[in-house]
């Protein structure tokens, strides 16, 4: 299976991520999404930055996860999104459950 | 070392989550477990569901993390408990303490 | 691309933890810094303590990875901080991103 990680605006309302957070696991790219707030420090525009923002951890099959990241993209209000991505291990029990 | 994911009910007030995790440290099968809140969505008897819930983010060695697994997984009140789980590296003290 | 972590004392103010991040930022060590708080429960002096603290996860490139946990290192306040590193994947935009 597979953990893939992405952002949201902190100014959207809870029912707008839970939304967005459907539709992946409707489409069945995703097995379950969860979210929490954040705050992020990078750098941008070559000045430190800071923003509130929600954490989305997904878990997926290796069969979804491109098609994941694809459907990310495409429905992304940011122009480079943040993905990172990386493979993990699980229970019998539960493997069977992400694989779908 | 390894990094291993399991998640509570969010109905469950934080001295049960506590205890609970005491009980994972005492058994000396993790080195530490980090708690917080999350809001999970996933699908369930065919419909999407969100439900509060408390992540749990344990630290372990690759000597326990297969008994930790098993306890967890022992202890649980779910029936398929989210199991996540990964490699990692750290700094040499830090190892050191996660070795025990 | 890397994804480290670390954690912070919990008695920090936000305005301390913001500026700590930025300083990884700025040298240039580090993309982005994430950060939210945490309860820890873990064992020291052989008794099973738990704490309020604040986890860091900090996305790196290769290259800087090392100098990274370096600084940190020599950054911290803990005489043994908790340094956890694994590699993830990205997509193209994000890692050209990373790599600065």
Request: aromatic fraction near 12%; glycine fraction near 4%.
């Amino acid at each position: 299976m597979w953990v893939v990680q992405t952002t949201l605006p902190g100014e959207w309302i809870e029912a707008e991520v839970g939304a967005w957070s459907s539709e992946l696991v409707e489409k069945g790219f995703a097995a379950c999404v969860q979210r929490d707030r954040i705050t992020s420090v990078y750098s941008w525009d070559e000045t430190t930055q800071s923003s509130e923002e929600w954490r989305l951890v997904i878990k997926t099959n290796a069969d979804s996860k491109d098609l994941l990241i694809e459907t990310i993209l495409s429905n992304h209000p940011y122009r480079t999104p943040q993905i990172v991505a990386w493979e993990a291990s699980s229970t019998p029990g539960y493997s069977d459950w992400v694989q779908g």
